[in-house]
């Protein structure tokens, strides 16, 4: 496992405000070790610890005096000794003294050595902060290292890339840094920081936590990088304020942890960032590196696991990437989608002129999203809904259960239904095509998807109206819809929706805008099993094809989608979220079998996508031509199915 972690990017971090004993180097350095062999413990591999750790950021004029500066070194060399024992790199704050200046410091520590030296840039002079007083800012710095040090390098011009995983680059900032117009993190990331640190002493007002975490939150999404917070704790001087140890961890726009405040021991916030995505996410983001990165040292250090601690996948991921787990996100979520698909539509409606719409009606999810979608739009515009032609188009393959459903909606919601058996026309084409009698393969399935097509082509041109498609996001990355037939229609409402928010937001409809009967027929058609109901039907009449029994389920290849085209992720590192994820309801020989298929299909497909109509892009995956996904539909998949081996 832990070489499965950092081959696919995942660095364990910590946010780590220790107790402190304040003015006390060497009993702070102790204190830091301590902490530092518990965050081992848990597998971090990067610790960063509070501005001015190692002597106490409130030690106010004491901040002048040699003995507490040497001691503040000697600390230091203490915790780089712990690095060498622990096998973690650290950050720890302390002042030092550089040609008779003195600097508000980060020092970078791994394995027994002190890699590099930042100072702080912007000083905070106003309200509660004096550090003017003391320190001098790194804008008029000139020495570039430090020999009181070895000779290590010193400035704000220092990354640090691991040898060993090169897409974890670490660059640090201390605090007021962050609040800054332009935060040195910016220029950190453009050069390559794919980790950035802030090492701080934020004080606690009314408020000011909700501020400070929406900085963090933010700033790690304007550098699309991971982003660790470590800021003094309750062990500071309460003189006249009060500090709480508030610990951070965001990774691109995401808060990944937070730590408890006001603790007087330890305060431990340990997490897990992924360089590798954050990496796919710059190359993807063509406005990241507008502008022109500065110039940088950068420092070679070995990452490595902890000593002793093998590094788990700690990360939570959901099954369902598409749909948020917060009840109150998904409601958001469920209303956004309406509005964008009706929007969509209604604006087809209006360039158009056409006052009626047509889909077929099958019972299912899809065509009852699409549905609902239509009677969204048509409210919006204020159109009659008898403009909406919904036509069940019973064939070989129609089961009676969804049939009903599809008649009992269609008279629920107020549309125009209109029935049109396909059984007598199918049975002609095949006829036509002297196609066996009885033999149901893909001539005889597909036929039925081509007839209900043109049936519903045709009826469009004859109300002066357009074809609304009921095909999903799902079924187009899979290819599983027949070309020229379901695949088809002058706008695709649904092209932006994965199955499995297609069902949540069936259900979420039927909960929140229905009742009655209507909610009942809903409720039942989420309750139905996917088919496209091309084979006949049970004696019973019951569903005989099952499309999860085909291509497998759709909430794995929901993930797999997510996950390869969101994140960009290798077939291997789908597979190991997967296995994380599904852990104890889906074999991992079960995951592999399906991810297979997944790859073989979406490279197999693309010539499908490659002729997709209009329609609306809903979240972050889409899969249009035009919109985010260029793909040649002659790739091969060989180098992805060879990677997941």
Same mark, same amino acid.
């Given at each position: 496992?832990?070489?499965?972690?950092?081959?696919?990017?995942?660095?364990?971090?910590?946010?780590?405000?220790?107790?402190?004993?304040?003015?006390?180097?060497?009993?702070?350095?102790?204190?830091?070790?301590?902490?530092?062999?518990?965050?081992?413990?848990?597998?971090?591999?990067?610790?960063?610890?509070?501005?001015?750790?190692?002597?106490?950021?409130?030690?106010?004029?004491?901040?002048?005096?040699?003995?507490?500066?040497?001691?503040?070194?000697?600390?230091?060399?203490?915790?780089?000794?712990?690095?060498?024992?622990?096998?973690?790199?650290?950050?720890?704050?302390?002042?030092?003294?550089?040609?008779?200046?003195?600097?508000?410091?980060?020092?970078?520590?791994?394995?027994?050595?002190?890699?590099?030296?930042?100072?702080?840039?912007?000083?905070?002079?106003?309200?509660?902060?004096?550090?003017?007083?003391?320190?001098?800012?790194?804008?008029?710095?000139?020495?570039?290292?430090?020999?009181?040090?070895?000779?290590?390098?010193?400035?704000?011009?220092?990354?640090?890339?691991?040898?060993?995983?090169?897409?974890?680059?670490?660059?640090?900032?201390?605090?007021?840094?962050?609040?800054?117009?332009?935060?040195?993190?910016?220029?950190?990331?453009?050069?390559?920081?794919?980790?950035?640190?802030?090492?701080?002493?934020?004080?606690?007002?009314?408020?000011?936590?909700?501020?400070?975490?929406?900085?963090?939150?933010?700033?790690?999404?304007?550098?699309?990088?991971?982003?660790?917070?470590?800021?003094?704790?309750?062990?500071?001087?309460?003189?006249?304020?009060?500090?709480?140890?508030?610990?951070?961890?965001?990774?691109?726009?995401?808060?990944?942890?937070?730590?408890?405040?006001?603790?007087?021991?330890?305060?431990?916030?340990?997490?897990?960032?992924?360089?590798?995505?954050?990496?796919?996410?710059?190359?993807?983001?063509?406005?990241?590196?507008?502008?022109?990165?500065?110039?940088?040292?950068?420092?070679?250090?070995?990452?490595?696991?902890?000593?002793?601690?093998?590094?788990?996948?700690?990360?939570?991921?959901?099954?369902?990437?598409?749909? =948020?787990?917060?009840?109150?996100?998904?409601?958001?979520?469920?209303?956004?989608?309406?509005?964008?698909?009706?929007?969509?539509?209604?604006?087809?409606?209006?360039?158009?002129?056409?006052?009626?719409?047509?889909?077929?009606?099958?019972?299912?999810?899809?065509?009852?999203?699409?549905?609902?979608?239509?009677?969204?739009?048509?409210?919006?515009?204020?159109?009659?809904?008898?403009?909406?032609?919904?036509?069940?188009?019973?064939?070989?393959?129609?089961?009676?259960?969804?049939?009903?459903?599809?008649?009992?909606?269609?008279?629920?919601?107020?549309?125009?239904?209109?029935?049109?058996?396909?059984?007598?026309?199918?049975?002609?084409?095949?006829?036509?095509?002297?196609?066996?009698?009885?033999?149901?393969?893909?001539?005889?399935?597909?036929?039925?998807?081509?007839?209900?097509?043109?049936?519903?082509?045709?009826?469009?041109?004859?109300?002066?109206?357009?074809?609304?498609?009921?095909?999903?996001?799902?079924?187009?990355?899979?290819?599983?819809?027949?070309?020229?037939?379901?695949?088809?229609?002058?706008?695709?409402?649904?092209?932006?929706?994965?199955?499995?928010?297609?069902?949540?937001?069936?259900?979420?409809?039927?909960?929140?805008?229905?009742?009655?009967?209507?909610?009942?027929?809903?409720?039942?058609?989420?309750?139905?099993?996917?088919?496209?109901?091309?084979?006949? =039907?049970?004696?019973?009449?019951?569903?005989?094809?099952?499309?999860?029994?085909?291509?497998?389920?759709?909430?794995?290849?929901?993930?797999?989608?997510?996950?390869?085209?969101?994140?960009?992720?290798?077939?291997?590192?789908?597979?190991?979220?997967?296995?994380?994820?599904?852990?104890?309801?889906?074999? =991992?020989?079960?995951?592999?079998?399906?991810?297979?298929?997944?790859?073989?299909?979406?490279?197999?497909?693309?010539?499908?996508?490659?002729?997709?109509?209009?329609?609306?892009?809903?979240?972050?995956?889409?899969?249009?031509?035009?919109?985010?996904?260029?793909?040649?539909?002659?790739?091969?998949?060989?180098?992805?199915?060879?990677?997941?081996?």
């Amino acid at each position: 496992m832990p070489k499965r972690l950092h081959q696919h990017g995942f660095v364990t971090v910590a946010a780590v405000s220790p107790s402190l004993r304040l003015g006390d180097p060497a009993g702070n350095a102790q204190l830091t070790l301590q902490a530092m062999e518990k965050v081992a413990a848990e597998g971090a591999e990067i610790a960063v610890f509070p501005e001015l750790g190692l002597t106490g950021y409130s030690v106010g004029d004491l901040l002048g005096h040699r003995a507490l500066l040497a001691a503040a070194l000697e600390g230091l060399a203490k915790v780089a000794e712990g690095t060498a024992r622990l096998g973690i790199t650290a950050v720890v704050g302390l002042p030092v003294e550089v040609d008779g200046r003195l600097y508000n410091c980060a020092a970078v520590v791994s394995r027994g050595r002190v890699l590099g030296v930042v100072p702080k840039t912007h000083l905070p002079n106003t309200g509660e902060f004096y550090e003017q007083r003391w320190f001098a800012s790194s804008r008029v710095a000139t020495r570039r290292d430090l020999p009181a040090l070895g000779g290590v390098p010193f400035g704000t011009d220092l990354v640090f890339r691991a040898s060993d995983l090169p897409d974890c680059v670490l660059g640090v900032e201390i605090c007021e840094d962050l609040w800054a117009t332009e935060p040195p993190s910016g220029g950190l990331a453009l050069a390559g920081a794919t980790v950035l640190a802030n090492l701080s002493a934020s004080d606690e007002l009314l408020g000011k936590a909700a501020y400070r975490r929406e900085l963090v939150r933010n700033q790690s999404a304007r550098c699309l990088a991971a982003y660790v917070y470590a800021s003094a704790g309750a062990g500071e001087s309460t003189t006249d304020v009060v500090y709480s140890g508030h610990g951070l961890i965001a990774e691109n726009g995401v808060l990944l942890g937070e730590s408890e405040r006001f603790r007087f021991d330890h305060a431990l916030l340990v997490s897990q960032v992924d360089v590798e995505r954050l990496a796919a996410e710059r190359r993807r983001n063509s406005t990241f590196f507008g502008a022109p990165a500065p110039t940088v040292r950068e420092v070679a250090f070995e990452l490595g696991h902890p000593a002793g601690h093998a590094p788990r996948l700690r990360r939570r991921y959901s099954q369902h990437p598409f749909v =948020p787990s917060d009840a109150a996100r998904r409601d958001e979520h469920c209303q956004e989608i309406f509005a964008i698909q009706s929007t969509g539509l209604a604006r087809r409606l209006r360039h158009t002129g056409a006052r009626q719409v047509v889909l077929g009606i099958s019972g299912g999810l899809d065509s009852t999203l699409a549905l609902l979608a239509c009677l969204e739009a048509f409210g919006r515009l204020g159109l009659d809904p008898k403009g909406i032609l919904g036509v069940t188009l019973p064939g070989p393959g129609t089961s009676a259960r969804t049939l009903l459903n599809a008649r009992r909606l269609m008279a629920a919601t107020g549309v125009t239904a209109r029935e049109i058996p396909i059984g007598a026309a199918v049975e002609q084409h095949l006829r036509d095509l002297s196609h066996p009698p009885g033999r149901h393969d893909v001539t005889f399935e597909n036929a039925q998807a081509r007839e209900r097509t043109q049936i519903l082509m045709d009826l469009a041109n004859q109300g002066g109206g357009f074809v609304v498609g009921t095909g999903d996001l799902s079924e187009a990355a899979l290819g599983w819809c027949t070309f020229n037939a379901d695949h088809m229609s002058m706008y695709h409402v649904n092209v932006g929706v994965p199955k499995t928010l297609v069902r949540h937001l069936v259900g979420w409809a039927a909960h929140t805008r229905h009742v009655g009967e209507t909610r009942a027929i809903l409720e039942d058609i989420v309750a139905t099993p996917v088919s496209p109901e091309l084979l006949p =039907p049970g004696a019973d009449g019951s569903i005989a094809q099952q499309t999860e029994h085909i291509v497998g389920p759709y909430e794995l290849h929901d993930f797999f989608l997510f996950h390869l085209v969101r994140g960009a992720c290798r077939p291997s590192k789908v597979l190991l979220l997967a296995e994380h994820a599904f852990a104890g309801k889906h074999e =991992p020989e079960a995951l592999r079998r399906w991810l297979r298929l997944f790859l073989t299909r979406f490279f197999a497909q693309q010539y499908k996508r490659s002729a997709l109509p209009d329609g609306p892009k809903v979240g972050s995956v889409a899969l249009s031509p035009r919109g985010d996904w260029r793909m040649p539909s002659d790739a091969e998949a060989a180098a992805w199915l060879a990677e997941l081996g």
